[in-house]
């Protein structure tokens, strides 16, 4: 008896834990450059959609710039919590992208991020996402692993920190600017999508009253039938 109301008291705590796994979006927008060499009017949208069930998040880079009609990633550079081997990234679109360490990314005056995605030729641009997963191989993702990400500074502190960063080519460039540079932004919890309330953990009173109701059920009905009601 006593096994089969541990096992029930158990099975009723996993249920609270599950009750609240809901899916999520994380979105992040990336601006720039400040930086009077190098052209403004720079927007990166980023999307990132997952589950607090799952291990595995699905990204979306929208080069969104119509002031640089010809614009082309040529990296784009974030963080997570953790490290770079906490993680895998696979079902690039387009294939030719991948995923390396992102020490010195290209453009940013220096910003070391912990990961950079890349890909020759650049061949995502206004009218062409770049899309990838991130796969955690520890656990399942939590909002914690990019609402509380490192930012990257860059050594040019005009252009400053961000969690996201992304270094773009084939800008409409002003007279004596360059004809590339370097958005920075953070993840961002939108309105209408906060973040999904923790698993609650019962509290061993809880529990303890849960059983005391048990226990007493189970004892009532093997008094009824030792009475023969």
């Not at 040529?74 to 081997?85: I, M, P």
């Not at 399942?140 to 050594?155: G, K, R, V, Y």
């Not at 999904?196 to 007493?216: D, K, Q």
Request: net charge negative; aromatic share 8%.
């Amino acid at each position: 008896m006593r096994h089969t109301i541990g096992l029930t008291v158990l099975a009723f705590a996993l249920s609270l834990g599950s009750a609240y796994a809901t899916p999520f979006t994380i979105t992040g927008t990336l601006t720039g450059d400040p930086r009077l060499e190098n052209p403004d009017n720079i927007v990166i949208t980023t999307t990132v959609t997952g589950d607090t069930t799952s291990n595995v998040t699905s990204w979306v880079i929208d080069l969104n710039s119509p002031l640089h009609p010809n614009i082309a990633l040529h990296e784009f550079a974030f963080n997570l919590v953790g490290l770079f081997t906490d993680y895998s990234f696979s079902n690039f679109s387009p294939d030719t992208w991948s995923v390396v360490s992102g020490s010195n990314v290209p453009g940013s005056g220096g910003a070391d991020f912990i990961f950079q995605a890349t890909s020759v030729p650049n061949n995502v641009t206004n009218s062409v996402n770049l899309t990838f997963d991130v796969t955690r191989l520890t656990g399942n993702f939590l909002l914690s692993d990019f609402l509380t990400a490192p930012t990257s500074c860059s050594d040019d502190v005009v252009l400053g920190c961000g969690q996201l960063g992304a270094h773009v080519g084939s800008l409409t460039a002003g007279q004596g600017q360059s004809d590339s540079g370097f958005a920075m932004g953070n993840y961002t919890a939108p309105p209408g999508n906060p973040p999904p309330p923790p698993a609650p953990i019962p509290e061993p009173a809880t529990l303890t009253l849960l059983g005391g109701g048990l226990v007493a059920a189970a004892l009532r009905r093997r008094k009824a039938r030792a009475t023969g009601r």
